[in-house]
């Protein structure tokens, strides 16, 4: 980051970047931290994005769903982003995995008929990204065990840190 006096540059401050998707898909419980490869049905497209790390080398990901987790009372649907070096969303080695402690989660009720819908939103700070450099970040889901979770919108922004 430029500091008093110095010439501010272009890349100091690069465009913020931002997807939305509208559509419902169903997750499987697996456990595991997935995109695709987790979705048992529905309309899934990856919600993610491209951006180029400013000078300070860190961002901040904002990103909303909206999470629905019928029954097994006790058990998790969760997002959260992961970052990934390169152009192409999904691709390109990890540099920041998406994890529990940054992440949105809806827990189910005690029976099948207390489905919980809500709408959740959070952030995720990422620093020792080199500037200039082109990343990706697209949301991650899981579903800790029992029924599958539902997510119905998501939206995911970036912007640069100073």
């Not at 049905?41 to 860190?58: N, Q, V």
């Not at 990901?61 to 097994?72: P, Q, S, T, V, Y």
């Not at 402690?101 to 029976?111: E, I, P, T």
């Amino acid at each position: 980051m430029p500091r008093a006096g110095q010439r501010l540059l272009s890349t100091d401050f690069p465009a913020a970047a931002h997807d939305v998707h509208q559509g419902t898909f169903e997750v499987s419980a697996t456990g595991e931290w997935g995109a695709e490869d987790s979705v048992s049905s529905g309309d899934y497209i990856d919600c993610g994005t491209s951006f180029i790390a400013p000078t300070s080398g860190a961002v901040v990901i904002h990103f909303h769903a909206e999470l629905n987790k019928a029954g097994d009372g006790g058990s998790t649907i969760r997002m959260c982003p992961e970052v990934r070096e390169g152009g192409s969303v999904g691709q390109g080695p990890v540099v920041a995995s998406a994890n529990i402690n940054d992440g949105l989660s809806c827990m189910a009720g005690d029976s099948s008929s207390d489905s919980p819908n809500s709408g959740r939103s959070g952030f995720m700070v990422v620093t020792g990204l080199t500037p200039g450099r082109v990343y990706n970040t697209r949301m991650m889901h899981r579903v800790s065990s029992g029924t599958n979770g539902i997510v119905r919108v998501r939206s995911i922004l970036v912007q640069g840190l100073t």
